[in-house]
């Protein structure tokens, strides 16, 4: 498995990962090694299992964003972990270093649409009947080196959302070749990090907090708030950044 794979929860239902940067969700066109397929060798080298092994995906990160994401090890769970997506129950929080000086917090509104031969998405017109509307918020904890650190959570969940409306801001994310500053140096290095994740526990029906911040490393490690943040993040079950 991926040495920066970091198995932050597991049960007889549930996996909770923290997915590094540049590692598909599932299997893609690349080949290359994903999340999903080796999540799967792990069970069954671990566990000992026979034969295949189940391991439901609940939902996804573009490649390039680092952070926490739940599987399900049961059907049971797969399909009540699904209706909680489908209920708006998960909820994702993320920590994004943006370029330029954002104000302290705010709403971006943007219709989007997707190309799928490409895999490009573009602000279009809300008239265009193909568009799907992306809504979130976001708050500034910090300015450096005319860079933001911001806290982000979707309203709504839609493919490269957050990359998309912020560049469209003229905010793109730090390393964002592919719709911010064309820089290939950091494209292994995305400063998008889905750092918290909340969801019920598909059996025992208690909520689960889940906190994994991303490593210190550029351009993290330019702000005293994530120092803060680890150091401070009240977490229900006790799962927090790098334990």
Do not use: C
Not at 175 to 188: H, L, M, S, W
């Amino acid at each position: 498995m991926h040495p920066d794979i970091k198995i932050i929860y597991e049960d007889n239902h549930l996996l909770v990962v923290s997915k590094p940067p540049n590692v598909p969700t599932q299997p893609d066109r690349s080949g290359d090694p994903d999340m999903l397929s080796m999540l799967k060798t792990y069970i069954k080298e671990k566990y000992g299992k026979p034969g295949n092994v189940f391991l439901g995906l609940v939902h996804r990160l573009d490649r390039p964003t680092s952070g926490l994401i739940v599987f399900a090890k049961t059907s049971k769970a797969a399909s009540r972990l699904a209706d909680q997506m489908r209920r708006k129950k998960i909820q994702k929080e993320y920590l994004a270093v943006l370029h330029g000086q954002l104000d302290k917090n705010g709403l971006l509104e943007h219709h989007l649409s997707k190309d799928h031969d490409k895999n490009l998405v573009s602000v279009a017109s809300g008239n265009d009947v193909k568009v799907k509307k992306a809504i979130l918020t976001y708050e500034t904890y910090e300015k450096q080196d005319n860079l933001s650190l911001v806290k982000i959570r979707l309203i709504t969940g839609r493919s490269h959302q957050i990359r998309v409306q912020f560049a469209e801001e003229e905010h793109p994310v730090w390393g964002d070749y592919k719709y911010g500053v064309a820089d290939r140096a950091n494209e292994d290095n995305l400063a998008l990090h889905a750092y918290l994740l909340q969801l019920i526990h598909p059996t025992q029906k208690k909520e689960l907090t889940f906190v994994h911040y991303p490593y210190l490393v550029p351009p993290w490690n330019k702000f005293k708030s994530i120092y803060k943040m680890m150091k401070e993040s009240p977490v229900s079950n006790g799962k927090t950044d790098q334990e």
